[in-house]
């Protein structure tokens, strides 16, 4: 089996992979610098290094003996880009051309990509198709097209992942692994945690949708990681494609609370507030691109995103 680096591996969708790639009996070695991500998170099959994106001779000593790199590391907070476009940049951006010159010093040229929806920006195509041009709205966003267009620029073979809102939770070896965010900002989890004191905030319920609030296509990361697996067994050589990933369908934010209370099987407490500047009515992403390469499909429901969520959260 190959070795294989992740970098950001501590992180919920990066120690996802890891476990899983452990699964499949790959070697891993996880590089994160446990700024956002949790050691104990890490898988214990998996090699472990600490390490910036920002420090080279880490990123030389993580890739020794390495084959392909599933590369997740990254400053990935919207507000904070706002307020930090600078240091996005230099994490991200600058952190990534590291890790690529790190990379051809071994000759590695095997890389899969965590991008982001956040590249297309606020569209009104749907579904967003890979053709849409990348018009982001925030530095995050930025960072990620900019990224993108590094990899392309830089005779890799390689996959970026685009992907719209990822949840659920992992059952790994070693325990659940979930989404553990302070302050948590996505939907699900929050649906969960809602209560009478707490309510969940509908952001505007006079959308033009079906039912007035905002529709969302959300990926259990289970499959999420599924797709990055094969996208590893699917690059082309010097060549960079980019791939969306999520259901091809969406939900709305009234359809998942409904989802919530059949599987808590209870009532979630709302309250209606005012839409938010930005937020665009629907983002659905093609997955036909995904189905055709990749061969792949998302297999997990949104009731199964919303369990495992309900039960990494009440191991927590």
Known sequence: MARILVT??????GSTASAMLADLDHEVVVFDDLSTGHRESVDPRVEFVEGSLLDPDALRRALVGVSAVIHFAGKSLVGESVNKPDLYHHVNVDGTRNLIDAMKLY????????????TYGSTSVTPITEEIAGSPTNPYGQSKLDIDHLISASNLS?????????????KSASGWLAERHDPETHLIPNVIKATEQNPL????????????????DYVHVVDL???HIKALHNLMHGKHEIINLGSGSGYSVKEVVVAAERVLGRAVPVVQSERRAGDPATLVASIKKAEEILNWKPTKSLDEMIRDTQLALNLA
């Open 158 to 170: 390689a996959i970026s992942l685009r992907y719209f809102n990822v949840a659920g939770a992992h």
């Open 8 to 13: 950001g591996g501590a992180g919920y969708i």
């Open 107 to 118: 000759a590695i040229d095997k890389m899969v990509f965590s991008s982001s929806a956040a």
């Open 201 to 216: 905030k509908i952001f505007g319920t006079d959308w033009p949708t079906a039912d007035g609030t905002c529709v969302r």
């Open 225 to 227: 990681i599924d797709a």
